[in-house]
């Protein structure tokens, strides 16, 4: 799918362990987090990895970030291995982590302060994200003053100010109620595509999986690697409401199949023996 | 929210009526009770103690005296308490160096060193506002290490997927993330850097109002001892106050709920 110098993102053959200490007798332990975990990413693709709760994605996730490095392996963003953070890619949680000293147009100038933008560059670019995220009106207002749907919203903007190739999205909806997540991922899903960006995305939510993305990533359990690499052959991928909508039934066979995947029914099955 | 206004009314009432009924009892009840003035002067001989102490005992002055030196006192040792904590929140190597000395000093009652001070340095106002240097050092420091080590690792990983240097994130987030437990430090700071005052002034020299304490106590004069209680009282309010002020302007953004009750 991937190949050449279209390539956004790479992790190649990609380990990462952690020692943790054994809480009262202080003996050590290693936590063989991820392993084996080879993936490329086209230019304007949106993957998405999903995968048991501690198999690792987040851990895959910061290594993309350059938080953490890799224990072996590299990754590669833009055709550069990844050994530090760095601006070609954008950070985004499940937590919104709006600083609450500042107001919302202040919040989403935070990364290019940082990075020495001068004020009247920082304010044009805020005021016409804040119009895109439809925040006009609030970037005065402070973080807790803003619904939890509202904040997300001012974070993806806060994410996309300093206009990153590559985002890097760790279950950036799951704290939202059912109906502001799908606006939330419409507005994704209709900026990743106007704006040309490459993202990898992850989530428990199995449709939204489906929905959103070109291609799914099924991690295993720890340590986890990639076990199945799936094509998204659906339209609309700008606009998951009409993908919803016109391919329910192939959306249905999707997640069947992710769920045969992960073992969903048997888990359940096995707890209620 | 007219009957919040009533309801607040109703209380600013009962508040009055309840300080009416205190002065009442202070002028009549040691009359009735047989006790002595010197045991309990009355309110209306501490007021007029008062009025004498303004005239012949410079209580103004002395009250300035004590005020300047907390104030002086507290601002110092607020700084050295901010500066502290935040190398040892930074630095888990410094912290681990100076931790048991801290720890040793922090346990050690500071008053205790108002004479050492008042050796050192004389009937001057060093040794008082040593006093309250070392008192409040304590909780701002305390309060600033703690918040430094529980910034959300989150934030800070955000402002490195910014490349934020380290400076960076220690402006933009570890030491606007401190500012809350640090104004809580300052509120218990501000009333024990009017005891360390107190206590350097009671031991040593004839200003301030520690030494009118001392002074009214020795004469044998209860009412000039209630005055000064007063007066240190209203210093007390000034500096609490004035630190409460402080946090409603710098701590504007925080909802009104998450309020310490003052
Ligand atoms: N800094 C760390 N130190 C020690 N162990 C860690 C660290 N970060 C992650 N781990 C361990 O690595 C494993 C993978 O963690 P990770 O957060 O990547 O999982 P995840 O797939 O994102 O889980 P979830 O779906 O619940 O978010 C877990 O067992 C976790 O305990
Ligand atoms: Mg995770």
Redesign the interface.
């Known amino acids: 799918m991937a190949n050449g110098k279209d390539i956004r993102i790479e992790y190649r053959n990609v380990a990462k362990q952690f020692t943790s200490n054994n809480g009262v007798d202080g003996a050590e332990s290693i936590i063989r987090a991820v392993e084996n975990v080879d993936l490329s990413i086209a230019d304007g693709e949106v993957v998405s990895i999903i995968g048991p709760s501690g198999c690792g994605k987040s851990t895959l996730l910061?290594m993309g970030?350059?938080?953490y490095l890799p224990s072996s392996g590299e990754v590669f963003v833009d055709q550069e291995k990844v050994d530090?953070?760095?601006?070609h890619?954008?950070?985004m949680?499940q937590?919104d982590?709006l600083?609450?000293?500042r107001t919302i147009q202040k919040n989403v100038e935070?990364?290019l302060?940082?990075?020495g933008i001068p004020p009247n560059e920082r304010q044009e670019r805020s005021m016409d994200l804040l119009e895109k995220c439809r925040l006009t009106g609030f970037e005065n207002h402070?973080p807790?003053q803003l619904s939890g749907g509202m904040r997300q919203r001012a974070a993806l903007a806060r994410t996309l100010a300093?206009d990153p190739k590559v985002l890097l999205l760790d279950e950036p909806f799951s704290a939202l109620d059912a109906q502001t997540k799908m606006i939330l991922q419409q507005d994704l899903a209709e900026t990743l595509s106007t704006e040309k960006k490459t993202a990898l995305f992850i989530t428990h939510d199995l449709v939204e999986s489906v929905a959103l993305s070109d291609r799914v990533f099924v991690m295993s359990a720890r340590p986890g690697t990639i076990i199945e690499e799936i094509d998204v052959n659906l339209p609309d991928r700008a606009n998951p409401m009409a993908r919803r909508q016109d391919s329910q039934k192939q959306i249905g066979e999707y997640v069947a199949q992710l769920m045969r995947l992960l073992h969903v029914g048997e888990t359940a099955a096995e707890i209620e023996i | 929210m007219t009957d919040k206004n009533t309801a607040t009314r109703n209380s600013v009432w009962a508040s009055l009526g309840l300080f009416v009924v205190f002065l009442a009892g202070w002028e009549w009840g040691p009359g009735l009770l047989d006790i002595p003035p010197y045991i309990i002067p009355t309110a209306s001989s501490v007021y007029f103690e008062f009025i004498r102490a303004v005239g012949s005992e410079q209580l103004f002055y002395h009250s300035w005296i004590t005020f300047a030196e907390t104030a002086i006192g507290f601002i110092l040792g607020t700084i050295l308490g901010m500066v502290i904590g935040y190398i040892l929140g930074i630095s888990a190597r410094a912290e681990f160096i100076l931790s048991p000395y801290i720890l040793a000093l922090q346990i050690a009652p500071k008053v205790a060193f108002a004479p050492l001070f008042v050796l050192w340095f004389g009937y001057t106002i060093y040794p008082k506002i040593l006093v309250a240097v070392l008192i409040v050092f304590f909780p701002i420091m305390v309060n600033v290490l703690g918040a430094i080590r529980t910034v959300?690792q989150?934030?800070i990983?955000?402002?490195?997927?910014?490349?934020?240097s380290r400076w960076?994130i220690f402006r933009?987030?570890e030491f606007?993330d401190a500012?809350p437990p640090l104004f809580s430090g300052l509120r218990i700071a501000s009333t024990l850097a009017v005891i360390g005052v107190v206590v350097g002034e009671m031991v040593g020299g004839n200003l301030g109002l520690g030494f009118l304490l001392v002074f009214g106590e020795g004469a044998g004069n209860t009412a000039l001892v209630f005055v000064t209680i007063i007066m240190l009282t209203v210093v007390g309010i000034l500096a609490y106050g004035s630190v409460v002020l402080l946090e409603k302007k710098v701590l504007h953004?925080?909802?009104k709920k998450d309020y310490a009750p003052v």
Do not use: C
């Open positions: 910061n970030a350059g938080l530090a953070p760095n601006q890619v954008g950070f949680l937590k982590l600083l609450a000293w935070f990364g302060e940082i990075q402070y807790h300093v | 959300d989150d934030l990983n955000l402002a490195r997927t910014f490349s934020a960076q933009m987030i606007r500012l953004y925080i909802p």
